[in-house]
């Protein structure tokens, strides 16, 4: 089943000239889409539109087949309570003022969602390995790495269909990557995840389908098994060439 | 894998610094000073009850004025006056600037530049100017027309701060994550633009409080502020003015009033500061 359909999508700020220009995409449930590209390719911008956050400068979004309305609040509740995000920098992505439990618990209260918010606070803080007494303490209690867990907890709480992530672990270490990697890995069993990241490597560990955006154009797209062994573009070799690996000292 | 990294202790305590302390006890003083010449006061404030220009004595601890009035009783008196124009005027400029402030980072491009430049306008005139051209327009001097004069006139400041930190505020991660999460833009003021921005506007608040006092006693001094029989700070310096060589206590005792209220809003802004920020809250 489709979830989000993105046709003909171009995306401008102001007059200036199109970030994302000609952008057909679709997001499957159950398939988890990596969308890898340079700083200034647009990877972000489509992260805002897919959220519904910004409009496009023309081209038609649509959430189950219906295009994405931010003035509809009924419709838009429900694309909420679907679609989820987790940001890049997981120190402004908390707010420094609020206990981890009304920040996990705010997509629940916003959205009206009728459930036990401190039931599901800790059962989403249980899901991403954090104690329930983390509940009552504030971000800068915490490390990188945890602050990470608590916005993917966020990103659940309200059981969402759809996970969007941009750039999630490239702010944290290599210790703390690998476990965030393997709790989205574990997360994806329920969620679909669109990982948006300048790392090949990372997105192809998670998604079964890439596309590889250079310039605010799909340069290519398709099953991520295929990319990485035989990418045809240029652009994705080149990404693919540039991804660190342990030098051969043999 | 499981992140071993341990979730640290929790905050145990506020912050309450021997500023705040001294800060607390000089406002209080004044507070609880103010609230008692409600119900009581040593002599009566307008009453002659001793000799002109009396020195500190027994029965009049500041001595008396010019007029033979205990200068005790009025300094008494005019704390509850210095209070009820800081109270009044930085209640009138919080909440129009930080209406305003807010609305302006919220606003678009344009009417955010129309805005903020009004508001530089405005902050270019030293606040007690402004205030002056307010009373000067009005019918004539008095304690309201003090209070809405200095609260108008320091509005344009609160207005500025607030739109300089509501903006620092709504550029971060969280306001993305809250409009995600279903919040509306007056859930997202309440719930993270106010919070994050209280502590830095509360200390305002307090030092815009002692310059209102400051502001008041310098109306009051030029004749253009609470008008007498009420017995404000400013108005007794202004009296004491012309015998500060003979009867110095006169310029002295409410001089101590004024800089003891003014010095003691300060820490206990400091302090506030403290207590109001997450934070800093020591361990």
Redesign the interface.
């Known amino acids: 089943m489709s979830l989000i359909d993105l046709t003909a999508v171009s995306f401008a700020y102001g007059r200036g000239r199109p970030v994302l220009d000609g952008i057909d995409l679709r997001i499957e449930a159950g398939h988890n889409l990596g969308i890898v590209g340079e700083s200034g390719s647009g990877k972000t911008t489509i992260l805002r539109l897919l959220?519904g956050?910004v409009r496009p400068s023309s081209g038609d979004i649509s959430f189950r087949g219906a295009p994405i309305d931010p003035g509809d609040r009924s419709f838009?509740?429900v694309f909420?309570?679907a679609?989820?995000?987790v940001?890049?920098?997981p120190y402004?992505?908390?707010?420094?003022?609020?206990k981890i439990v009304?920040?996990v618990a705010?997509?629940l209260r916003?959205?009206k969602i009728a459930t036990d918010v401190d039931a599901a606070v800790a059962e989403a803080l249980s899901a991403v390995?954090?104690?329930r007494?983390?509940a009552?303490?504030?971000p800068?209690?915490?490390?990188g790495?945890?602050r990470q867990?608590i916005?993917i907890a966020?990103a659940i709480v309200s059981q969402p269909e759809l996970v969007l992530a941009d750039e999630v672990v490239s702010a944290l270490d290599l210790t703390?990557r690998?476990?965030i990697v393997?709790l989205l890995n574990v997360l994806s069993a329920n969620t679909t995840l669109v990982l948006v990241s300048h790392d090949i490597g990372f997105v192809a560990l998670l998604c079964q389908d890439l596309v590889i955006l250079e310039k605010g154009h799909i340069v290519e797209q398709g099953p991520a098994r295929d990319i990485l062994s035989a990418p045809k573009h240029p652009y994705t070799q080149r990404l693919l060439e540039s991804t660190p690996r342990l030098p051969d000292f043999a | 894998m499981t992140d071993t990294t341990p979730v640290l202790a929790p905050p145990t305590s506020m912050r309450v610094t021997p500023t705040f302390l001294i800060g607390a006890t000089l406002v209080g003083l004044h507070i609880v000073v103010g609230l008692l010449t409600l119900v009581w006061t040593p002599y009566d404030p307008t009453a002659m009850t001793g000799g002109r220009l009396a020195p500190p004595s027994l029965a009049h601890w500041a001595g008396t004025d010019r007029l033979g009035r205990d200068l005790f009783t009025e300094i008494m008196v005019g704390a509850r006056i210095a209070l009820s124009v800081g109270i009044g005027a930085v209640t009138i400029a919080a909440s129009i600037g930080v209406t305003l402030g807010l609305l302006a980072a919220f606003a678009s491009r344009t009417v955010d530049d129309v805005l903020a430049a009004t508001l530089d306008i405005l902050i270019a005139f030293p606040t007690l100017l402004l205030a002056m051209l307010i009373v000067a327009a009005s019918d004539g001097a008095s304690l309201g027309t003090a209070i809405f004069a200095i609260g108008i006139a320091s509005s344009s400041i609160v207005a500025r701060l607030t739109r300089i930190l509501a903006r620092r505020v709504l550029a971060m991660d969280y306001i993305t994550a809250a409009r995600v999460s279903g919040t509306s833009w007056l859930g997202i003021v309440r719930i993270h633009v106010l919070p994050n921005i209280w502590p830095t506007l509360i200390v305002n608040f307090a030092l815009q409080f002692g310059l209102a006092v400051i502001a008041e006693a310098s109306l009051s001094y030029l004749g253009l502020g609470a008008p007498p029989p009420n017995a404000s700070w400013g108005r007794l310096l202004q009296e004491a003015q012309a015998t500060v060589y003979t009867a110095p206590f006169g310029a002295i005792a409410p001089g101590i009033a004024l800089v003891s209220l003014v010095i003691g809003l300060n820490l206990f802004a400091d302090g506030l500061r403290d207590v109001a920020d997450p934070t800093r809250r020591r361990r």
């Open positions: 959220l956050l838009m509740r909420r309570r679609v989820q995000a940001f890049q920098d402004s992505s908390l707010d420094p003022r609020q009304d920040i705010e997509p916003s959205l390995d954090l104690p007494e983390a009552g303490r504030y800068h209690e915490f490390s790495g945890q867990r916005a966020r703390t690998i476990r393997e």
